[in-house]
């Protein structure tokens, strides 16, 4: 398997685990304050990748020279995409959250082409512009009710995206000289340790009233698109161009919107189904403009 191979099929991975999670972390807000709902979720994620990387021998120790990075990059991959997004889903739907937070792909493209140089071409703009068609198609879907929360919120998730394209970039140009699980573990836990300071003076989740519906959500996760997807991510990353894995991203408001159509009741109709064939379009366009200038 070719390193682009195996790069795309762990993008697909990450694409699956964090398009389940903006259905279920809408149903878990239900139930439980948003801070703790992600910070807690975030350090069970980080316990799980810090015993996975014990039990594969790995070094959870950060070299002095890299705290500085891992900070960064927890604060952009971790606080600002998990506390803006989560806390947006109190005004937002999940289809409305996911599909602003997956502009991201627009902003890391014009980024990797201002700091790593990565050339747009014809291509990547044809499929930057099938893609965000696919993400206005899904907007009209889902129109934003006017409202100071409505728009508070969408402003928070965008806030995210950029961040997080910029995170994604400066991983790219900059990565991290570490296992890949203790560098996720390490990035979850210091970036969702100001979310739970937060969540401590701010909320009182009330554990022992979650049902088991809003107990297999915080579970899944915590597991799936925290701990397994940003793994995932972060490798394809490494085997990927910058703008093109975050194109393939795109795949995630589709995965979110259908996920929340079947478990939330949320419109979906033929702009969602044109949408899909947009976002298709472009993810092909872009993966092939990757592979024309692979050596």
């Known amino acids: 398997m070719t390193p682009r191979t195996a790069g795309l099929l762990l993008l697909m991975l990450t694409t699956l685990g964090w398009g389940s999670n903006w259905p279920l972390l809408k149903l878990l807000l239900a139930e439980m304050p948003p801070l703790a709902a992600r910070s807690y979720a975030a350090f069970l994620g980080a316990a799980a990748l810090g015993l996975l990387a014990l039990a594969r021998g790995e070094s959870l120790a950060i070299p002095r020279a890299l705290w500085g990075r891992t900070m960064l990059f927890a604060a952009l991959n971790v606080t600002a995409w998990m506390g803006l997004t989560t806390v947006a889903l109190l005004w937002l739907s999940a289809a409305e959250g996911a599909i602003i937070a997956y502009t991201m792909p627009v902003w890391a493209a014009l980024l990797a082409w201002a700091l790593l140089g990565e050339r747009l071409g014809a291509a990547r703009i044809a499929a930057l512009g099938f893609g965000g068609l696919g993400v206005a198609l899904l907007v009209l879907g889902q129109p ?40 996720v573990a390490w990035q979850l836990f210091l970036g969702c340790a100001p979310l739970a300071l937060l969540s401590l003076l701010l909320e009182a989740p009330r554990w022992g009233a979650l049902s088991a519906t809003a107990w297999f959500c915080f579970v899944w996760m915590a597991l799936v698109p925290l701990a397994m997807a940003y793994v995932c991510w972060f490798a394809a990353l490494r085997r990927l161009p910058a703008g093109t894995a975050a194109l393939g991203t795109l795949f995630v408001p589709v995965i979110g919107t259908a996920g929340a159509a079947l478990l939330l009741g949320e419109a979906l109709g033929w702009r969602q189904a044109a ?20 050596p």
């Open 144 to 183: 934003l009710a006017l409202g100071p929360g409505k728009w508070l919120g969408a402003a928070m998730v965008l806030g995210a995206a950029v961040a997080f394209a910029l995170g994604a970039v400066l991983a790219k140009r900059r990565p991290l000289a570490l296992p890949p699980n203790a560098s």
């Open 275 to 294: 949408a899909l064939g947009c976002i298709l379009a472009g993810v092909a366009l872009a993966v092939r403009a990757g592979e024309a200038r692979a």
